[in-house]
C-alpha cells in the first residue's frame, strides 16, 4: 500500500515554461514532505521541503505547494531549464528527526530545449 | 565533506553468489539507511539505524537479505544467496537524528548490482 503517490511517470515541458509535479499522500500522520532531485548515475539529493503548517514554500524557481485537506502537494518549476532534467522525488515523515522518510516512486521531467 | 561513500558504484555477480554492499555516513551523522531502487516500486526503505542500532528492518524483502552497523562510520547490507529479482540500485543514506526539522537525508551515488 503506497503512502505517497506520484501518478505521472513522466513529463516532458519545453524550456523556459513551467513544470509541475504532483503528489498524494494518504497518511495524515505526514508533518514534513521533501522533494528530491535525481540525476541518471546519482544518488537523490535534496531540492525544497513544505512544513504542514505552511502551504507554500519558494525557493528561487522552486516552489512547493501542500493543500493538506486534499492530502496533495505540487512542485513547480519557473521558468524550466534543460538541467532540470531528472527523476524527481516526492517525499513524507512524520515527527521531526523520528521517523524514516517514504518515497514516491518518482516522476522524470524532460525540459526540451 | 566527502559525502556518503558507498561501494562497490557497480556489481555483477551469478545468482547464489554473496554479496556485500558497503557504506560509510557522513562523519557525524547517527542515522543511516538502506533502500533499493526499482522500475516498479521506486524507493523502497530497507532497513535503517539510529546511533547503529537497527531500528526498523520491516522493509528487507527476505531473510537472505542482513545488514549491519559495527561502528559510526560503516554499514554493510548482504544477500546471501542473491537472485536475479535482487537486481536494484541500491541506496545508503545519512542524515542527523533531531538535526533539524526536515530529516533531510544524504544519499551516497548507489550500487548497481545485476544478479545473472
Known amino acids: 500500500d503506497q503512502q505517497v503517490k506520484q501518478n505521472s511517470p513522466s513529463l516532458s515541458v519545453q524550456e523556459g515554461r513551467i513544470s509541475i509535479l504532483n503528489c498524494d499522500y494518504t497518511?495524515?500522520?505526514?508533518?514534513?514532505f521533501l522533494w528530491y532531485k535525481k540525476y541518471p548515475a546519482e544518488g537523490p539529493t535534496f531540492l525544497i521541503s513544505?512544513?504542514?503548517?505552511?502551504d507554500k514554500n519558494e525557493d528561487g524557481r522552486f516552489t512547493v505547494f501542500l493543500n493538506k485537506s486534499a492530502k496533495h502537494l505540487s512542485l513547480h518549476i519557473v521558468p524550466s531549464q534543460p538541467g532540470d532534467s531528472a527523476v524527481y522525488f516526492c517525499?513524507?515523515?512524520?515527527?521531526?528527526?523520528?521517523?524514516?522518510?517514504?518515497f514516491g516512486k518518482g516522476t522524470r521531467l524532460s525540459v526540451i530545449a | 565533506d566527502a559525502g556518503v561513500i558507498q561501494s562497490p558504484r557497480h556489481e555483477v555477480t551469478e545468482m547464489g553468489q554473496e554479496v556485500t554492499l558497503r557504506c560509510k555516513p557522513i562523519?557525524?551523522?547517527?542515522?543511516l539507511f538502506w533502500y533499493r531502487q526499482t522500475m516498479m516500486r521506486g524507493l523502497e526503505l530497507l532497513i535503517y539505524?539510529?546511533?547503529?542500532?537497527?531500528?526498523?528492518d520491516s522493509g528487507m524483502p527476505e531473510d537472505r537479505f542482513s545488514a549491519k552497523m559495527p561502528n559510526a562510520s560503516f554499514s554493510t547490507l548482504k544477500i546471501q544467496p542473491s537472485e536475479p529479482r535482487d537486481s536494484a540500485v541500491y541506496f545508503c543514506a545519512s542524515s542527523l537524528l533531531g538535526g533539524g526539522p526536515y530529516n533531510e537525508q544524504f544519499f551516497g551515488p548507489g550500487t548497481r548490482l545485476t544478479v545473472l
Open positions: 562523519s557525524g551523522h547517527n542515522s
Open positions: 517525499a513524507a515523515s512524520g515527527l521531526s528527526g523520528n521517523t524514516p522518510l517514504v
Open positions: 513544505i512544513s504542514s503548517i505552511k
Open positions: 539505524f539510529n546511533n547503529n542500532v537497527p531500528i526498523d
Open positions: 497518511n495524515s500522520m505526514f508533518d514534513y
